[in-house]
């Protein structure tokens, strides 16, 4: 698989779900893994629920969305219903949460756009109810765009994100636009070109997101949310990001996929945190959470699976040419990769930190731990914390080593030095789980005890203590 096919399956792993059929027997069978999808149904205006197998793209399940009570959300990953086709129960169960949420109000939505036309259309008939086309991007016809997208209701938003889509030029001749009205200062046309974006935004399309937030629109986007009618000092989003925002690369990053992923949820996060942290709903901030959440694991995967950037890493922080600035932000960018790879899959996850076990990552954060620098100490014991939570076999299995005494030491030691409440509690949480009895098998508890008991001259009586009581 290459990369741009990786970036594809990593960033659809919010929709990954598994599909269940309960059988006869009243147990549940697993029908396959694959994405989900809410999309039109063939030849018909019809929504309905698409499972795609993840392997060969064959279709698990199709199920046409009903505008009766029959679905359930249990426990935030699972959706379940009683298709009435088919006289079955279904099921689907989400790797994550979001993706859950996204469909759940996609379906919600669906339903209520479906009672919507059925209510009396003489009582109930919306200003956008019959709508079929939008206009054409154009000087005269930005009103009626606003108009439209600022009076459509719920009927009409999934006509309106498909009319965007559809519209190759819209973007693009809406950026033309707002590049005329700037360069003319026309302050009336600025304010409805970002009461326009704002607007498609608000649409919360994934669609519509992937497209805005591409390399080629993305700082276009940014710059015509500038112009709030509702905020009257500028706001200068653009030259703060391409002046101020620096992008420290530790290792060189060759892969512009990675780059791109990297720029673009920096951006991302900037526009939900600081550009639209007072207008957004929560159904969209999720879904503006989830595209970080999945640039995050589509940048740890193609970091980890590319084996001559993991060893370039740890050589450069070995190297004896490195200075001690570099190790240091060499360091702080392993912390960062190791929390960005909770984004991964479990099984992910693990495989990744075993390698950088291998790499001598437990070294390396006994030299960290000898360092002066309080924030360098307590990054190597924020390191070690993860590496427990994910398997504390990991550490514990090093540290009972001859190898692993002088880290042991260390550990011991800095439990019992004075570094500030913070580090304190890091050296303890460590040591704790270290000693748990619930993981801990009497062999490795005798080795650690004894390997503790020969780092610790000055201080076995505060060790012996803080093991049994």
């Given at each position: 698989m290459g990369a741009p096919e990786k970036s594809q399956a990593n960033a659809s792993s919010m929709q990954r779900v598994k599909v269940y059929r309960l059988n006869d027997d009243g147990k549940w069978d697993d029908q396959g893994t694959g994405h989900?999808?809410?999309?039109?149904?063939?030849?018909?205006?019809?929504?309905?629920?698409?499972?795609?197998?993840?392997?060969?793209?064959?279709?698990?399940?199709?199920?046409?969305i009903s505008a009766d009570d029959i679905y359930r959300k249990q426990e935030d990953t699972i959706i379940s219903w009683r298709d009435p086709e088919f006289s079955s129960e279904l099921a689907l169960s989400f790797q994550e949460t979001t993706g859950c949420a996204y469909i759940w109000d996609h379906i919600c939505n669906v339903q209520r756009n479906m009672?919507?036309?059925?209510?009396?259309?003489?009582?109930?008939?919306?200003?956008?109810?019959?709508?079929?086309?939008?206009?054409?991007?154009?000087?005269?016809?930005?009103?009626?765009?606003?108009?439209?997208?600022?009076?459509?209701?719920?009927?009409?938003?999934?006509?309106?994100?498909?009319?965007?889509?559809?519209?190759?030029?819209?973007?693009?001749?809406?950026?033309?636009?707002?590049?005329?009205?700037?360069?003319?200062?026309?302050?009336?046309?600025?304010?409805?070109?970002?009461?326009?974006?704002?607007?498609?935004?608000?649409?919360?399309?994934?669609?519509?997101?992937?497209?805005?937030?591409g390399d080629e629109l993305i700082m276009d986007i940014i710059g015509c949310l500038e112009y709030d009618p509702e905020v009257h000092h500028a706001q200068n989003h653009r030259n703060f990001l391409k002046e101020h925002v620096v992008f420290k690369e530790a290792i060189p990053i060759k892969d512009p996929l990675v780059l791109s992923k990297i720029h673009q949820t920096y951006r991302v996060g900037y526009l939900k945190d600081v550009i639209l942290a007072r207008v957004l709903d929560e159904t969209t901030l999720g879904n503006l959470n989830s595209i970080i959440h999945s640039n995050n694991a589509v940048v740890v995967s193609l970091l980890k699976?590319?084996?001559?950037?993991?060893?370039?890493?740890?050589?450069?922080?070995?190297?004896?040419?490195?200075?001690?600035?570099?190790?240091?932000?060499?360091?702080?960018?392993?912390?960062?990769?190791?929390c960005l790879s909770k984004s991964l899959q479990m099984v992910q996850q693990l495989r990744l930190y075993r390698d950088l076990v291998n790499e001598g990552i437990f070294d390396i954060m006994t030299d960290a731990l000898q360092s002066q620098d309080k924030k360098l100490v307590l990054t190597g014991t924020d390191i070690l914390i993860l590496f427990l939570n994910q398997d504390p076999n990991l550490l514990r299995s090093f540290v009972i080593r001859p190898e692993g005494i002088p880290l042991l030491g260390l550990l011991v030691k800095g439990m019992l030095t004075d570094f500030g409440d913070d580090m304190h509690c890091q050296f303890l949480e460590i040591l704790r789980s270290l000693l748990d009895s619930f993981t801990l098998s009497g062999t490795q508890f005798i080795m650690f005890l004894l390997n503790c008991w020969k780092t610790c001259q000055s201080c076995k009586i505060e060790f012996l203590f803080f093991c049994f009581f």
């Open positions: 989900v999808t809410v999309d039109y149904l063939e030849r018909s205006e019809e929504l309905g629920l698409f499972v795609f197998d993840e392997e060969d793209h064959e279709t698990l399940l199709l199920h046409r009672n919507f036309h059925s209510l009396n259309n003489d009582t109930f008939h919306g200003p956008n109810s019959e709508l079929r086309e939008l206009p054409a991007v154009a000087p005269s016809t930005l009103p009626l765009i606003l108009k439209t997208l600022v009076e459509s209701g719920i009927a009409d938003q999934m006509r309106l994100t498909e009319l965007i889509l559809n519209d190759q030029e819209f973007f693009r001749k809406l950026m033309v636009e707002f590049r005329m009205y700037e360069d003319l200062e026309n302050v009336e046309g600025l304010h409805m070109i970002y009461k326009i974006v704002r607007g498609i935004i608000m649409l919360n399309s994934p669609q519509i997101f992937e497209k805005i937030f699976d590319d084996s001559t950037f993991i060893q370039e890493l740890f050589a450069r922080i070995r190297s004896p040419t490195t200075s001690e600035e570099s190790k240091k932000n060499l360091v702080y960018f392993v912390h960062e990769f190791c």
